[in-house]
């Protein structure tokens, strides 16, 4: 689209004047569209056409917002730099439209994102049907079902301690020292559930014992197992 100040081709960029997403995309449509190569941009040309879109924006009140005129300044200002003389220092002959062009390409890479999504939504890409999948972690590893596991803690809560007569007590044993007196005498050998919980002192203890087993028994390192005397935990 040519953007001129002549009445007869002014009503014809009112009909086509495009809407733009912010400056940069103006930018980018104008270098695309005459195209030119990002990293050597001829800004007397691109100037004068983004300055033509502001004109017409102005004249049929397209509301824009300040950063197009900011840009516009940029513009302006990169033209002035590129009509002085060079300077003699190589190392000082820095190219005024380097900061524009990372800008673009940053843009341009937004713009290639927002299309590829828009693309995958159109085209029912955003969702994903699966069957569900059981994670390994999640898999029995014992030869006892989880049911006779739970029905092991339920027995032991039934059970009501003479020590727990709604009295809070310090407890004397470390989390950590009841893990690693349950996990010593796991090295040993089978551990029966019930007699090895029953003989724990406070529910806060058997929970935290009763954790560790499942704990154990998750990532693989023993085995529920049962026989004759009852469940036990042992080694994998």
Same mark, same amino acid.
């Given at each position: 689209?040519?953007?001129?100040?002549?009445?007869?081709?002014?009503?014809?960029?009112?009909?086509? *004047?495009?809407?733009?997403?912010?400056?940069?995309?103006?930018?980018?449509?104008?270098?695309?569209?005459?195209?030119i190569?990002?990293?050597?941009?001829?800004?007397?040309?691109?100037?004068?056409?983004?300055?033509?879109? %502001?004109?017409?924006?102005e004249?049929?009140n397209?509301?824009?917002?300040?950063?197009?005129?900011e840009?516009?300044?940029?513009?302006?200002?990169?033209?002035?730099?590129?009509?002085?003389?060079?300077?003699?220092?190589?190392?000082?002959?820095?190219?005024?439209?380097?900061?524009l062009?990372?800008?673009?390409?940053?843009?341009?890479?937004?713009?290639? *994102?927002?299309?590829?999504?828009s693309?995958?939504?159109?085209?029912?890409?955003d969702?994903?049907?699966?069957?569900?999948?059981?994670?390994?972690?999640?898999?029995?590893?014992?030869?006892?079902?989880?049911?006779?596991?739970?029905?092991?803690?339920?027995?032991?809560?039934?059970?009501?301690?003479?020590?727990?007569?709604?009295?809070?007590?310090?407890?004397?044993?470390?989390?950590?020292?009841?893990?690693?007196?349950?996990?010593?005498?796991?090295?040993?050998?089978?551990?029966?559930?019930?007699?090895? %919980?029953?003989?724990?002192?406070?529910?806060?203890?058997?929970?935290?014992?009763?954790?560790?087993? %499942?704990?154990?028994?998750?990532?693989?390192?023993?085995i529920?197992?049962?026989?004759?005397?009852?469940?036990?935990?042992?080694?994998?």
């Amino acid at each position: 689209m040519e953007y001129t100040d002549s009445a007869t081709e002014v009503a014809e960029v009112r009909l086509r *004047l495009p809407v733009f997403d912010g400056p940069l995309d103006l930018l980018l449509h104008l270098i695309r569209k005459n195209k030119i190569d990002i990293y050597d941009i001829p800004v007397q040309a691109v100037t004068e056409q983004y300055m033509a879109y %502001l004109r017409a924006a102005e004249e049929f009140n397209l509301s824009l917002g300040t950063e197009f005129f900011e840009l516009a300044a940029t513009l302006l200002a990169i033209k002035a730099r590129l009509l002085l003389p060079k300077p003699a220092a190589p190392e000082e002959d820095v190219d005024p439209r380097e900061e524009l062009v990372v800008r673009l390409q940053e843009w341009e890479a937004v713009k290639e *994102l927002q299309r590829r999504i828009s693309e995958g939504l159109a085209a029912g890409e955003d969702y994903l049907e699966k069957k569900p999948t059981v994670l390994p972690s999640a898999r029995l590893r014992t030869d006892v079902q989880w049911a006779r596991l739970a029905r092991v803690w339920e027995r032991l809560q039934e059970e009501k301690p003479q020590d727990e007569v709604r009295v809070v007590v310090r407890e004397d044993i470390s989390p950590v020292l009841l893990r690693a007196r349950f996990r010593a005498a796991l090295r040993q050998g089978p551990v029966y559930l019930t007699e090895y %919980l029953g003989a724990l002192t406070t529910r806060l203890q058997r929970i935290t014992v009763f954790l560790d087993v %499942l704990e154990l028994v998750r990532i693989g390192t023993a085995i529920v197992a049962e026989d004759a005397h009852g469940i036990y935990v042992g080694e994998k």
